[in-house]
């Protein structure tokens, strides 16, 4: 058996991975549309090969969308015009506005809030 892909099956790869990054383009856009009309992101890997894409529109509001690779996620932004960060460093981080939902889920219990459970 072969170790190499023909020529038909690399190009079915290709599509089908262009499609995703088109797909996520278009979810990027939407969510810098409805947050204020831009958003920055950071890609971080977060296992298997796949990638997180981290959202923070104008309007301080943020989002994550995980895409199948680092290139798909890397064209995704680009296609949707996005400026992508190197890391989710303090300045990115400054710019998110939790509400009372991610206090629940991310400390609300250790500051008395209501539990997870």
């Keep these: 058996m ?13 599509a089908k ?11 990027i856009s939407a969510f810098a549309k409805n947050h204020g ?9 977060i296992g298997r090969g796949t990638t997180r894409i981290a959202l923070v ?3 301080e509001e943020w989002g994550n969308l995980v895409a199948p690779s680092f290139e798909i996620a890397r064209k995704a932004a680009e296609i949707a015009g996005i400026t992508l960060r190197d890391d989710f460093d303090g300045e ?19 500051l008395g809030g209501p539990s997870n459970g």
């Design 37 to 45: 009309g831009s958003a920055e992101g950071q890609l971080a890997h």
């Design 57 to 59: 529109g104008a309007n």
């Design 92 to 110: 990115m981080a400054a710019k998110v506005r939790t509400g009372p939902y991610e206090w629940t889920r991310m400390a609300g219990m250790q």
């Design 2 to 14: 072969a170790d190499t892909l023909t020529q038909a099956e690399e190009t079915a790869i290709d």
């Design 17 to 27: 991975a262009a499609r995703k990054a088109a797909r996520l383009a278009r979810q």
